[in-house]
């Protein structure tokens, strides 16, 4: 059974940085496509980054030279480096990743900025 649990997420100032985790189970994140989304209140689920077998990596315009999508094969985990965050991240971040035609999807974790 695939599960995904993210963590990290919290309240900072606008400027300020934060780390993601996403903390799989049931598959094998370097030899999967893994995905952070995320959900602002009142909008739609965006894709933000990216990153295939642990090594290609892709990122929204709105994070990109801010954010990095990394990998742990040891802890088998995904991480999502945020640096220069402002008010405008602030969502609900999920990581995804789909196995045998089934998306996946984590729990969920707030990020908020206060400017």
């Known amino acids: 059974q695939v599960q995904l649990v993210e963590s990290g997420g919290g309240l900072v100032q606008a400027g300020g940085s934060l780390r993601l985790s996403c903390a799989a189970s049931?598959?094998?994140?370097?030899?999967?496509?893994m995905y952070w989304y995320r959900q602002a209140p009142g909008k739609q689920r965006e894709l933000v980054a990216t990153i295939v077998y642990g090594e290609i990596t892709n990122y929204a315009d709105s994070v990109k030279g801010r954010f990095t999508i990394s990998g742990d094969n040891a802890k088998n985990t995904v991480y999502l480096q945020m640096n220069s965050l402002k008010p405008e991240d602030t969502a609900v971040y999920f990581c995804?990743?789909?196995?045998?035609?089934?998306?996946?999807w984590g729990q969920g974790t707030q990020v908020t900025v206060s400017s």
């Open positions: 049931g598959i094998l994140v370097n030899i999967k496509t």
């Open positions: 995804a990743t789909s196995h045998l035609a089934i998306t996946y």
